[in-house]
């Protein structure tokens, strides 16, 4: 077994990371000859020869994005004019433009960590809404927003189970109880109301309890 060696690594151990036109054109050659057999094979109507090429495709695909990937970086060739001809031909499969990778992937590495200067996580930043945007998402303006309203979901908060009855009880001011608009006595007393769901089969119960008269 091998002790590791705590000192760091000097350039010549480096050596066989750096970039090599050799091994960068023999990445490039194989996604160039996947997407050749990709496509041949996905224009036939044979489903068997179909579907084995639309799997090629997609790791071929796959293959050029990293290429689009290194080549931003410039760590798949020595030659710099060799990263721009071979990152416009992955970003066309890529669907990424080179450059703009280049600019917005530079970017992303000089700012890792800083959400909102990052490019790939700054709409992730919370900010407050424009004058715009709270309109839009106002209460009313946009039905069931996801904003500000609860959704529609039936039976969210159904009530009371049949199995269990709810009760309530108020206390009520002398002042506030009489048994008839022209009364002259007032009764101090306790208001009960009764409530349960109309599958319990337990009617809903109403008692006062009246005191003695003033």
Known sequence: M?????????????THLRP?????????????????????L???????LWLPGQIILAVALVQWF??????GHETLFRSRSIHRAIGQVAGFFSIIPFYNWKRVHGRHHKW???QDVDPTTATLVPRELSRV?????????????????????????GGTL??????????????????EPSACARKLGVSRTGRSSSRSGVPSTAARAPASES
């Open 2 to 14: 091998q002790s590791r060696s705590t000192h760091p690594p000097t350039p010549a151990d480096l």
């Open 20 to 40: 090599s036109d050799a091994a960068g054109s023999a990445v490039t050659l194989v996604a160039i000859v996947a997407t050749v057999i990709a496509l041949t």
């Open 42 to 48: 996905s224009m036939r109507a044979e489903v068997w």
């Open 66 to 71: 990293a290429i689009l990937h290194e080549c």
């Open 112 to 114: 890792t960590g800083w």
């Open 133 to 157: 945007e709270r309109v839009l998402v106002a209460r009313g303006s946009m039905p069931y927003s996801a904003v500000t309203q609860p959704l529609p979901v039936p039976r969210r908060n």
């Open 162 to 179: 049949s199995s269990m009855l709810a009760a309530q009880m108020t206390r009520v001011s002398p002042t506030s109880i009489s048994t």
